[in-house]
RNA sequence: GGCGAGGUAGCUCAGCUGGUUAGAGCGCGUGAUUCAUAAUCACGAGGUCGGCGGUUCAAGCCCGCCUCUCGCUACCA
């Protein structure tokens, strides 16, 4: 490693729209948090940052549905998420905000530099515009019905209904949520970042001097910069936002993915008039811990950006997460599938380091992972209170039952299995730090646990309760080497289980300890007293268990009959305007996959009128070689559309239930083709 | 379809630039033990390293094809 100065590890903001829950942690929070508590303990110059993202669309969404301000939910989540992150002992220096004052400004003035630097490129463009409200509407402001699935209620950006990503210009009939009126598309002006003048410099800085960055953040860096980079829009029509400090500019603010990453400097800014020494001087470290979902943003853009400033360092690593899943199904903040922080805090009081262990135990480090909580549960009871828990508990006892809780000096006999015992101390403490140097903290806990393991598997070889019969100063030497374990056991643990380590160093009476002092076996001086044991951990019992599992079916029932819910009728049309569809029973006479799509069957259709071709996007539910020969429903005047370079004439109706499943609609009996349907 | 990341014991994962009988933790079985929150310690069973082919004296590791999972992306009239 490069020799650095000092460190500045930044967490991903989280979106203020929703609490934290165990993906964050798993992914980002726990790992960070554990690099951060280790570099401090060896003494180093180190940063946490951490801070709320609470602009965007979403948000002023959320807002408008409940008839509040945006400033109002970013209030409300931005304190239930640094509470439950201050009561879960994650330690950062800073945790802010970005719509703070600082951020404000922070912000438009790096928009500023770059700006006066030449750094954007100016485009018109035409959007959606609200007359009544007199404001460009962003893709979710607008709802009408989806192209796909006839949803009448699908946004701009995404149909909730059939999940398909939509362009706001795709929609049919758009309504603009704010007034209901009906948009009119308008000429409005943004400012890119070019990209693409950046591709060859983060080509070389990216896949020639970062080979070492984890395999799945430089993997997916790779498949950006082989595709090519565009130009991106840094601004938008949004009254909520950081307003862009240009002329004509009114009305427009940061895109929130241009002013997100900011507010990790903003947030520096608000902590220290030194900021510019974390960030500036090369000398400095920057690391910035994230999910994957943000790699491209950390690996591509924000370099983008700070490069194009001109004054700030590049991160010298991206130690990304994948994601963490619950029970088998992705985590999500909509459909409430998730453990919420601040709800675990509640249920486990005291068990903060329960959760940690479990999440850095089990983390997303190579490929998505799964948490259960049964597994939670065998962690904590098996590990953490059966491994760990116990052998402190073990030595305590057993110092307070022959010696009253004072240190024995060792004694005169000293076997090599107490020297071979003590010097493996020094080992485990190498590979525990050999591990957190390279990210890789669910090797590094696990190893942590081996000095746990070693104090039991020293106390069960050397039997003190039976030595004690027939040799005292036998037992002293043991003693003292189990007490030494002990000790070097509560700093070791302390990046991970920072709760239980302070408790365990107070039942010790050892405090100002720090990294340098993990081999020492001389912790404990003779005649040192500890206080009396306390257990380290709680066991979680069954019904604990089975609680959170009621918890979350209970969720799933929900999700399960909000999904049965059917979509309302659409609004009333006149015989004529059905009598314009002509609908037929067809027949298909051959089907074939459309090359490279995975969802689209070229059919050849037998309508009674004619033999004609049709594109049909069910590729994914039937085979081609089973659906020859079926009657189908088939809208033969609807009018042709060349997709993937085949002319589609016609539609094929289909069903689609709520798990957006296709089923055909057959005639309940062999019919002529060309049979009208009405 | 393209790109990326994965597919190693029942579960969660290690396996460095290819080299002798493929490892760990949990779970399971047997034994030992009682200081300890029935916790601990030892031993053991269990793997065609996703599949097929190839390169090599030698492949979990390299190459080709296929397959499954996750993500990004194109396609859905």
């Not at 795709?170 to 309504?175: T, V």
């Not at 920057?286 to 999910?291: N, T, Y």
């Not at 990046?495 to 009476?509: E, G, H, I, R, V």
């Not at 059919?603 to 009128?609: A, F, K, Q, R």
């Amino acid at each position: 490693m490069e020799n650095f100065k000092r460190t500045l590890i930044t967490t991903a903001l989280p979106y203020a729209n929703g609490p934290i829950h165990i993906g964050h942690l798993a992914g980002v929070y726990v790992p960070a948090d554990i690099y951060a508590r280790y570099l401090r303990m060896k003494g180093e110059d180190v940063l946490l940052i951490g801070g709320s993202d609470e602009h965007g669309v979403p948000i002023t969404l959320k807002a408008k549905n409940e008839g509040v301000t945006p400033q109002d939910i970013v209030d409300r989540y931005h304190n239930i998420i640094k509470k439950s992150f201050q009561d879960f002992g994650v330690s950062f220096d800073v945790y802010s905000r970005t719509t703070s004052e600082t951020h404000y400004k922070t912000a438009s003035d790096f928009f500023k530099t770059i700006y006066d630097k030449g750094g954007f490129i100016e485009n018109e463009s035409d959007q959606f515009y609200d007359e009544e409200a007199k404001q460009f509407l962003a893709d979710r402001y607008i709802t009408g019905t989806c192209p796909h699935c006839g949803n009448d209620g699908a946004y701009g950006d995404q149909c909730e209904s059939c999940g398909t990503s939509l362009n706001a210009n795709d929609l049919i009939n758009p309504i603009s949520v704010i007034s209901g009126s009906v948009p009119t598309l308008k000429k409005t002006k943004h400012w890119y970042l070019p990209l693409d003048k950046h591709e060859p410099f983060l080509k070389k800085w990216i896949l020639e001097d970062h080979k070492e960055w984890k395999s799945n953040v430089y993997g997916q860096c790779k498949s950006w910069l082989d595709q090519g980079l565009q130009a991106r829009a840094v601004s938008r029509d949004l009254d909520w936002g950081v307003p862009l400090p240009i002329n004509g500019a009114d009305g427009k603010v940061l895109y929130v993915w241009f002013d997100a990453p900011i507010g990790y400097i903003s947030a520096t800014k608000e902590l220290t008039p030194e900021w510019e020494k974390y960030w500036k001087d090369p000398e400095t470290r920057l690391l910035h811990f994230i999910g994957k979902d943000n790699i491209v943003f950390h690996c591509i853009m924000f370099p983008a950006m700070l490069k194009a400033e001109g004054s700030f360092n590049l991160p010298d690593n991206v130690p990304a997460n994948e994601f963490l899943n619950l029970e088998g199904d992705k985590i999500s903040t909509s459909r409430n599938w998730a453990v919420w922080l601040h709800e675990y805090l509640e249920d486990f009081k005291g068990q903060e380091d329960s959760l940690r262990y479990s999440l850095c135990a089990n983390a997303p480090e190579t490929k998505d992972n799964d948490f259960t909580w049964k597994d939670f549960q065998s962690r904590n009871n098996n590990e953490l209170v059966a491994i760990l828990g116990n052998f402190v508990n073990r030595t305590m006892v057993l110092t307070q039952n022959y010696y009253k809780g004072k240190t024995p000096a060792m004694g005169t006999v000293v076997e090599d299995f107490d020297r071979e015992s003590l010097a493996q101390i020094g080992e485990i403490v190498k590979k525990v730090q050999t591990s957190l140097d390279s990210f890789r903290f669910r090797e590094a806990v696990k190893e942590m646990m081996t000095l746990a393991r070693l104090g039991n598997k020293y106390l069960a070889d050397t039997e003190p309760w039976k030595v004690i019969k027939t040799d005292e100063e036998r037992v002293k030497t043991i003693l003292f080497v189990s007490l030494q374990i002990t000790a070097n056991l509560s700093i070791l643990m302390e990046p991970f289980l920072p709760f239980s380590a302070l408790k365990l160093q107070a039942m010790l009476n050892l405090s100002g300890t720090n990294w340098d002092d993990l081999g020492r076996t001389d912790l404990l001086a003779p005649g040192h007293q500890i206080n009396e044991p306390e257990l380290l951990f709680a066991k979680i019992e069954d019904k604990e268990i089975q609680y959170q599992l009621d918890k979350l079916q209970a969720t799933k029932t929900a999700n399960q009959s909000a999904a049965k819910t059917v979509e309302p009728a659409k609004e009333n049309i006149t015989f004529d305007d059905f009598n314009k569809m002509d609908i037929r029973i067809g027949t298909i006479k051959s089907a074939e996959k459309v090359a490279k799509t995975k969802k689209l069957l070229k059919l050849e259709v037998d309508t009674g009128i004619d033999k004609r071709t049709v594109v049909s996007g069910i590729a994914e539910f039937f085979n081609p070689e089973d659906i020859v020969g079926k009657q189908v429903n088939i809208l033969v005047n609807l009018a042709p559309r060349t997709i993937k370079g085949i002319e589609s004439q016609g539609m094929i109706l289909m069903a689609q239930n709520a798990n957006d499943e296709l089923v055909f609609i057959e005639p309940s009996k062999k019919i002529k083709p060309g049979s009208v349907v009405r």
